[in-house]
């Protein structure tokens, strides 16, 4: 969170300001207060109340911690506890609360000896709450360091199903059922679920791999725009070595087709979000394009992946992934 300025924060600041400042409702402030006792240290009979800078910097670490995933009453607990261990030192709440409140924040004993590419339930909904509380909260430093840190600890395909999906899937059941008032909070979240899967994709990328070596082809279908998913699949075939060509959202059928036709793709991955977007005479024209010399000529697999293809039954040529 961004620091006070001290000098406007005088003898203290009120609770609607601290509110805005932190990026928080005064109701959840006086319900921290009222449920963990995280209130301000000094309080006047008959005035409001009024926040000092080591109360900011208490409530700023609260923030923090609970956004990355720590349960609040814990959170509390030591926000209060380094809060008074900084007044009776005498001195910066910030550099005391800062170094201790990192260990707390840390992963649990249970997490850090999970290994790679699984996730105990406690911190697997520790870190769902995180990032769905930093986004609700649109503090875009924290719902990207909570992504990227979950992407490099379990690797992308068990961050992108433990940890992403189910976040995702939270905030959208907000959304339907909020008459869209968590609209912007799903479409930042989104926004920063892609750029951390694009960046985890350019620190695995190799660019030595031998030509000989067949490259997977991903595109959503035309008028397709859900593009997540296949960026999740890029990341993770770029990360176990696989050449990967990735054509995005609403893809023309005939740039398809001429990619095919172009570099002769092992694999070619169709995504559909809905049945509007599907389109089976368009994977039995790709599963049917051949090339090569005669006598050995050869096609690509086509996969169909995502919702949109339903239960519709496949002929044998097709590969269905949901």
């Not at 695995?204 to 000989?212: F, G, L, Q, V, Y």
């Not at 172009?262 to 991955?269: K, N, Y």
């Not at 690509?300 to 949901?322: E, F, H, I, T």
């Amino acid at each position: 969170m961004d620091s006070f300025d001290e000098s406007r924060i005088g003898a203290g600041v009120t609770t609607g300001v601290l509110a805005r400042k932190v990026g928080i409702s005064p109701t959840t402030l006086r319900s921290w207060d009222r449920r963990y006792g995280l209130g301000p240290a000094a309080r006047i009979e008959g005035h409001h109340r009024r926040w000092s800078p080591e109360d900011v910097v208490m409530v700023q670490e609260m923030c923090n911690l609970t956004a990355r995933g720590v349960p609040p009453a814990e959170a509390a607990r030591a926000a209060k506890d380094w809060a008074a261990e900084a007044r009776s030192a005498a001195k910066t709440p910030a550099t005391r609360m800062g170094r201790r409140l990192t260990a707390i924040a840390a992963p649990s004993s249970d997490a850090s000896t999970t290994p790679p590419g699984t996730l105990s339930n406690t911190d697997l909904r520790r870190r769902c709450k995180g990032i769905a509380r930093a986004a609700l909260r649109m503090d875009t430093i924290a719902v990207h360091e909570q992504i990227t840190e979950a992407i490099e600890s379990y690797g992308v395909l068990t961050a992108w199903e433990e940890v992403i999906t189910p976040t995702l899937l939270s905030i959208g059941r907000q959304w339907e059922s909020s008459d869209d008032k968590y609209v912007e909070v799903e479409h930042l979240l989104s926004w920063h679920v892609s750029v951390a899967l694009h960046n985890a994709y350019a620190r695995t990328i190799a660019t030595d791999k031998p030509p000989e070596i067949r490259a997977i082809l991903l595109a959503c279908l035309p008028n397709e725009e859900h593009t997540l998913p296949l960026e999740a699949l890029t990341a993770i075939l770029a990360a176990r070595g696989r050449r990967v060509i990735m054509l995005g959202g609403s893809v023309p059928v005939e740039s398809i087709e001429a990619t095919v036709r172009q570099i002769a793709p092992a694999a070619v991955a169709l995504w559909s979000q809905s049945r509007n977007t599907a389109d089976l005479p368009l994977c039995r024209h790709l599963a049917a394009l051949r090339w090569g010399i005669h006598g050995a000529r050869t096609r690509s697999r086509v996969l169909l992946c995502g919702p949109g293809w339903g239960d519709a039954l496949m002929p044998s040529s097709y590969a269905r992934r949901a």
